[in-house]
């Protein structure tokens, strides 16, 4: 397995949750790390003809996509070339969605200085900053869970493993997963042991 020099989930000097991946073939972890560690350890992986890949964001436990023909500069030009023209700024990750609000709150919105879109981002990134680590350590144990269900659904032991993860049954959790592929296990480990910190603030 291949790791980056940033831990699996890590803060920017703000307090925003930088994205990170892991690629799995199987319930082996190929990589985890930054999105272009991720990509071109993936790719070498691919081209050495390992088997079917799976890509999980860390943070959320999303799946995603990335297509892998040529070499690793053309799969990201296509990452950036998928980007729709249009509002906002993609270049800097800003991406335009549809949003439905009450009249009020486009008024007070409206009458922000710096605008709607500028003011909504900043909500959004104050509220981020200020969630709990009851909060934020929620969010890890369920994007533990997603994997967990993409990955591991037939492995044993896994709903009493699932019930066990929500309830915060960290011990529990450790032996009913002691059957597990090791690899899987020890990502697993380190994201339950990430959410357990959080929630002890």
Partial sequence: MLTSDAETTSNDRDGA?????TAFDGSRVIVSGSRDVMLA?????IDAGGGAVLI???QTGRQVDFDFRGNVDDVVG???ESVKPGPGRPRLGVVSREISLLPRQWEWLEAQPNGISASIRR???DARR???GIQRGRHLRDA???IMWAIAGNLPNFEEASRALYARDDDRLRSLLAGWPEDFRAYLFRLIDEAAQ???W
Avoid: P, Q, S
């Fill in 41 to 45: 350890a993936t790719k070498t992986h």
């Fill in 17 to 21: 949750t930088i994205t990170t991946y």
């Fill in 78 to 80: 296509r990452i950036t």
């Fill in 56 to 58: 999980f964001e860390d």
């Fill in 130 to 132: 200020n969630e709990t």
């Fill in 198 to 200: 959080l929630e002890a």
């Fill in 144 to 146: 533990a869970g997603k």
């Fill in 123 to 125: 909500l959004v990134d």
